[in-house]
């Protein structure tokens, strides 16, 4: 999985916010490996899943 490097930085309340993101995984990594062969060519499944994750986390004190 393809991480952004956590960015920090304060809230506008004084609470520290870290976040990052996730963008890319492969199937194949997490035993997925199931596929079917099309009839006009190629496969039902790619192996690369684009997935958008932006998580967010807040130290309160």
């Known amino acids: ?9 304060e ?11 996730a963008t890319k995984l492969s199937r194949k990594d997490y035993g997925l490996v199931w596929n079917k062969a099309l009839e006009a060519g190629g496969l039902a499944v790619g ?4 997935l958008s994750l932006d998580v967010e986390f807040m130290r309160k004190g």
């Open 47 to 50: 192996d690369e899943v684009e």
């Open 1 to 9: 999985m393809a991480l952004v490097a956590p960015r920090r930085r």
């Open 11 to 21: 809230g506008p309340v004084g609470h520290w916010r870290t976040g990052t993101r």
